[in-house]
């Protein structure tokens, strides 16, 4: 059973930073796209950052470019989301999403749709 279990989410002030990690279990998932998505109150679930089973293509909503990086460890099957310079528009629910389908290439998908597992969720608040 695939379980993804985030951490690292909290209440900040703007400016500052945070990192989220995400530890998927259940199988391997070296071969295994993965993703940041967020959520804010009244709006649609939209991508954030979503990295390539190598790690090697990433793809970034316009809005975080040059204040997130998304990064894995594949040895320890954990993805993270280093955010900085946080602004209160990044206040959301961030959710870790994982690919397990097999696809030719090393893509970094974007589209909800292109995720079969989920995370719970981890709040992130950020203050003016």
């Known amino acids: 059973q695939v379980q993804l279990e985030e951490s690292g989410g909290g209440l900040v002030q703007a400016g500052d930073a945070l990192r989220l990690s995400c530890a998927a279990s259940?199988?391997?998932?070296?071969?295994?796209?993965m993703a940041w998505f967020r959520q804010a109150p009244g709006k649609e679930r939209e991508c954030v950052a979503a990295?390539?089973?190598?790690?090697?293509?990433?793809n970034y909503a316009e809005s975080v470019k040059g204040r997130f990086t998304i990064f894995r460890d594949n040895a320890k099957n954990t993805v993270f989301l280093q955010m900085n310079s946080l602004k209160p528009e990044d206040t959301a629910v961030y959710y870790c999403?994982?690919?397990?389908?097999?696809?030719?290439?090393?893509?970094?998908?974007?589209?909800?749709?292109?995720?079969?597992?989920w995370g719970q969720g981890t709040q992130v608040t950020v203050s003016s």
């Open positions: 999403a994982v690919r397990t389908a097999v696809s030719a290439g090393t893509y970094a998908f974007t589209s909800v749709g292109d995720y079969e597992y």
């Open positions: 259940g199988r391997t998932f070296r071969r295994s796209p």
């Open positions: 990295i390539s089973w190598s790690g090697d293509n990433t």
